[in-house]
């Protein structure tokens, strides 16, 4: 059972790439998050779905963008990556509001 | 706005202390509270989770108690070990129908051999 994969785990990007980062649940979790981890910051919420085939924003969303592509993915979309996108992503799911979250290992993504 | 704040953000111990993390929050109209564990470079572990109607839960050495009218919850670790050096972190959820879960900065612990 391997929970919540991230890929990629490391990214260097240039200013102005494009790049789509992956996350996939295999727990048949309905809802799934983006989180973004800066030193002092703790987690920011980029994006969720709450289930198949909606999203919504966070608290942080400007210059992402997000599909649900099923119940299993949810992808998070850099159109024009910035050096302040540099960070810790993380994708998390969890069945139901109170259920507990589990967490991938994160992508670590520097933007030169 | 929830806000959600971990005093201290770093505390060394002796191994086999009892110790506890504190994790407060300024509104008490939350869902439920979840504690995390993270490895340097890795992920987030669940630890615990409590229900708003709940006062504490327990896993192994571990306890973490919920009090919503004073706005704090902590997490206690009985006879620490060199393992459980990492950095815990609490999450406060929000009432039914938002998901947007707010995250404290955490505390960083080091139990010393």
């Known amino acids: 059972n391997a929970g919540v994969t991230q890929t990629p785990k490391f990214q260097v990007l240039k200013t102005g790439q494009s790049m789509t980062l992956q996350c996939a649940q295999d727990?048949?979790?309905?809802?799934m998050y983006w989180y973004r981890q800066d030193p002092g910051m703790g987690l920011r919420l980029i994006y969720y779905s709450a289930s198949e085939g909606t999203t919504d924003k966070g608290e942080v969303p400007n210059g992402y963008n997000v599909s649900r592509l099923n119940k299993r993915e949810f992808s998070l979309r850099l159109e024009s990556a910035a050096p302040s996108q540099t960070s810790v992503y993380f994708c998390?799911?969890?069945?139901?509001?109170?259920?507990?979250?589990?967490f991938g290992q994160g992508t670590r993504l520097t933007v030169v | 706005k929830q806000e959600v704040t971990q005093i201290p953000a770093a505390l060394s111990v002796p191994e086999g202390e009892n110790l506890v993390l504190n994790c407060s929050f300024t509104d008490s109209a939350i869902y439920n509270l979840q504690w995390f564990r993270q490895d340097p470079g890795k992920g987030l572990t669940s630890l615990l989770l409590i229900q708003s109607s709940q006062r504490e839960q327990t896993s192994g050495r571990l306890n973490a108690s919920l009090d919503k009218s004073s706005g704090r919850s902590t997490l206690y670790i009985a006879a620490s070990q060199p393992g459980d050096s990492a950095t815990y972190l609490c999450?406060?959820?929000?009432?039914?129908?938002?998901?947007?879960?707010?995250f404290g900065t955490g505390t960083r612990l080091k139990v010393l051999a």
């Open positions: 727990m048949n979790h309905n809802s």
């Open positions: 998390a799911s969890r069945h139901r509001e109170n259920t507990e979250a589990f």
């Open positions: 999450a406060v959820g929000p009432p039914t129908g938002t998901y947007k879960y707010i």
